[in-house]
């Protein structure tokens, strides 16, 4: 018995020394191309490894069951239309737009702090006493990139559940029509809910950040039941205003993709998921396409709550599910036809 544990004590203490000098080579490789030994990081949002999520989304045990199609298939985008998206900002016009605006830009702070996000023109304003230091803090990887993704999305699903709720149980209460807005509302949040579940397919959160969610998702859905119930139009600003920064975040992300700064994700293929969902043609099914796909939906939701803003909230119709009497002429529609960044105006629409 001492001789048995003598050898499992040597083969730990193997383990361990050869897990020191595997260390030890790695930060000698990174000192000899000019890299710090160990990458600094600012917050520990902490992610498992890919093997984890294996069996995470396997199908149910059902053997009568072939496949559970999407309750929101999704409108297919053509390559043209997903790369002329742009970056939009609609100016506020009153106090309501500025409420909502400023609250964006506060979360949007916060946000950054939290999982240490700094754009290139941000890092070059830095001062900074060790630049290789605030370059290993700030400079965004494919790391990060998805501590971001996952973070903002997880969230990102709450407005439209809230909004289809509320108005949902504001029908029954009046024993009317909603016009529409619900089935709207909901599949933005299942839209949503569905970037989410594709980038779990590529990490798993650790448990620090599945705290910080747990927390942001509780706040922020109590905050936006009861603003919701004050003032539904400044929700939706508030909503278009965030998907604003939703754009311009994966917009930076394709532009770090394409300029070679994210390495790990050029060859990289889409999850099976997006594949399915987003109906991904053959040759079309990289990260980089992906990354189009998704900022092609928050662009889309974008237009479609500046536009709920713009409306009555008790008596419209909601034109993206409305039929119209002259179909040749621009009007809203769920697909790219015609598309107006900054939202439609009540006069255009009604």
């Known amino acids: 018995m001492a001789a048995v ?18 260390a030890f080579i790695s930060s000698l490789s990174r000192l000899s191309s000019g890299q710090r030994p160990y990458p600094i990081t600012s917050r520990n949002f902490s992610l498992s490894r890919k093997t984890r999520l294996k069996e995470a989304f ?19 985008f053509t390559e043209k239309e997903m790369k002329d998206i742009q970056v939009a900002h609609r100016e506020t016009k009153n106090w309501s737009d ?3 605006l400023s609250t964006v830009r506060f979360l949007r702070w916060g946000t950054d702090f939290a999982t240490g996000y700094r754009h290139d023109k941000e890092q070059a304003k830095l001062k900074s006493g060790d630049p290789d230091i605030a370059g290993d803090r700030y400079v965004m990887n494919e790391r990060k990139w998805l501590v971001r993704f996952i973070f903002l999305e997880s969230v990102a699903g709450v407005p439209g559940m809230v909004g289809g709720m509320l108005r949902h ?22 839209n949503e809910r569905m970037h989410l579940l594709t980038f779990l397919t590529m990490a798993e959160p650790g448990w620090f950040m599945k705290v910080m969610i747990l927390g942001a998702q509780g706040v922020f859905f ?16 508030f909503v278009g205003y965030l998907e604003e920064e939703a754009v311009l975040t994966y917009t930076r992300a394709i532009q770090d993709l394409e300029a070679g700064k994210l390495p790990l994700w050029q060859k990289m293929e889409a999850p099976v998921i997006a594949v399915r969902y987003w109906n ?10 992906l ?11 974008r237009e479609v709550n500046h536009t709920l803003g713009n409306l009555s909230q008790k008596e419209d119709p909601n034109p993206y599910v409305s039929q119209y009497y002259d179909p040749s002429k621009p009007h809203p529609s769920k697909d790219f036809k015609h598309m107006k960044p900054i939202g439609w105006e009540r006069e255009e629409v009604i």
């Not at 045990?61 to 072939?66: A, E, L, M, Q, V």
């Not at 990354?291 to 939701?301: F, G, N, Q, T």
């Open 280 to 289: 991904m043609p053959e040759g079309h099914r990289t990260m980089k396409d």
């Open 5 to 22: 544990q003598v050898s499992r004590t040597l083969y730990r203490s193997t383990l361990v020394l050869d897990h020191r000098s595997t």
């Open 98 to 100: 500025w409420v909502a």
């Open 58 to 76: 396997s199908d149910a045990d059902s053997p009568n069951i072939r496949k559970t199609e999407a309750a929101w298939p999704h409108p297919v």
């Open 291 to 301: 990354l189009y796909y998704i900022r092609a939906d928050e662009a889309k939701h």
């Open 169 to 190: 149980l504001h029908s029954l209460r009046r024993m009317k029509r909603d016009n529409g807005w619900i089935e709207t509302l909901l599949e933005e949040a299942y």
């Open 222 to 237: 109590n905050a936006l039941f009861l603003s919701y119930l004050v003032s539904p139009r400044t929700c939706h600003r």
